[in-house]
Nanobody, 121 residues
């Protein structure tokens, strides 16, 4: 089995910072793209940022210049540094990874359980 375990969410004031982490564990041969998505109440899940296996990144326009995605391949971990947080960043943040479990297997998508980020004074 493969698990993605997120950590680092919480309550922060506007203008503050948080760092999310997501560690993959289990039977893993290789990890392709990884990313972060978020879902606010009453809204659809949306892309926040993605990073390829060679560390090419992509960001939603709403977070460019404020959020930074990175990964540590040795630790099978992806991070999201969030600065200058705004109330509209409040959401459940989900980690995603595209993983191959064995050399002969297909790539599959996996999701974390989600971590709540609340930006409020």
């Amino acid at each position: 089995q493969v698990q993605l375990v997120e950590s680092g969410g919480g309550l922060v004031q506007p203008g503050g910072s948080l760092r999310l982490s997501c560690a993959a564990s289990g039977s893993i041969f290789s990890i392709n793209g990884m990313g972060w998505y978020r879902q606010a109440p009453g809204k659809e899940r949306e892309l926040v940022a993605t990073i390829t296996s060679s560390s090419n990144t992509n960001y939603a326009d709403s977070v460019k210049g404020r959020f930074t995605i990175s990964r540590d391949n040795a630790k099978k971990t992806v991070y999201l540094q969030m600065n200058s947080l705004k109330p509209e960043d409040t959401a459940v943040y989900y980690c995603h990874a595209n993983i191959r479990r064995a050399p002969w297997s297909f790539d599959s998508d996996y999701w974390g359980q989600g971590t709540q980020v609340t930006v409020s004074s």
